[in-house]
């Protein structure tokens, strides 16, 4: 398989020229999942090493 520059940046400009900006709605609404995510996964990491530095199990 040879890499061809000319298709690359033809593929390049037609996925561009397909894409379409997203409103605001939509982007303020993947911005509250993401950082829901980033919270929810931040609050099962801080309870873990919470629990397991109170409790020691095994020392």
């Given at each position: 398989?040879?890499?061809n520059?000319?298709?690359?940046?033809?593929n390049?400009?037609?996925?561009v020229?397909?894409?379409?900006?997203?409103d605001?709605?939509?982007?303020?609404?993947?911005?509250?999942?993401?950082?829901?995510?980033?919270?929810?996964?931040?609050?099962?990491?801080?309870?873990i090493?919470?629990?397991?530095?109170?409790?020691?199990?095994?020392?």
């Amino acid at each position: 398989m040879k890499f061809n520059a000319r298709r690359t940046i033809l593929n390049l400009k037609n996925t561009v020229k397909l894409t379409k900006k997203s409103d605001k709605d939509v982007y303020i609404q993947h911005l509250r999942l993401v950082l829901f995510g980033i919270a929810a996964v931040g609050t099962l990491g801080f309870g873990i090493q919470f629990i397991f530095s109170v409790f020691t199990f095994g020392r």
